[in-house]
């Protein structure tokens, strides 16, 4: 089973500004992630961003990288640009691993591509973890997924869901023993094709008031697979203090620059 890694990088950040070439421990960012996803076995790993000084970053430690417009409104529409401008077939295999996320495991990496390739009917893969603590399932900046009994997804959502109605009368302090909740892990791999329809799609209105793009598929009537992750993912970067425990992270298991 082949397949590609795509990287949409964007040098602007509202939080974080210039986050792909911010130095941990020694390297760009963006370095990290392209490590991560050569090391998952992928055919070819592509760095699109809409930024020459990402470009020239990727360029000198060896990576290939691919300058797309300034004007997309997403890592898909990013994503869906390069495979037009490289020609990819309709059923190719492309994994969007996402510009901050230095930690990814490469075996999820993998594992997403192996869960498309082996489910024909979803257009998009993706993976979840099971939740543990009522402070990340009540937690809005954490997307939790409800799927159905052959792992489809069914929907996705800032809030608790499903919500438990009799134990969550009595507290919400912790969760039950029964409680079968689980964290969306925004990694996702898709067949070209399918790519390039979604792009055409204009955003559906609980995509907007969710602000989840994801759902604009389920909105279309196509289906998400959602399988548990093989092993945890690692941190993201979306503040500086993310940045500070991802440094400290790798410093501590010396993959230095």
Known sequence: MGFKVIIPARHASTRLPGKPLADIAGKPMIQHVYERGVESGAEQVIIATDDRRVMEAARRFGAEACLTSAHHQSGSDRLAEVIDKYGEDDQQIIVNLQGDEPLMPPALIRQVAENLAL??????????????????????????????CQGYALYFSRAAIAWDRDAFAVTTEELPQRSEHYRHIGLYAYRCGFLRQYVQWPPCGIEIMESLEQLRVLWNGQRIHVAQARVRPGQGVDTPADLDRVNNILLSTGKTG
């Open 119 to 148: 489910h024909h009917d979803a257009g998009v893969a993706t993976l979840c973890e099971r939740i543990q603590t009522t402070a990340v399932l009540f937690d809005p900046h954490i997307v939790k997924v409800v799927m159905d």
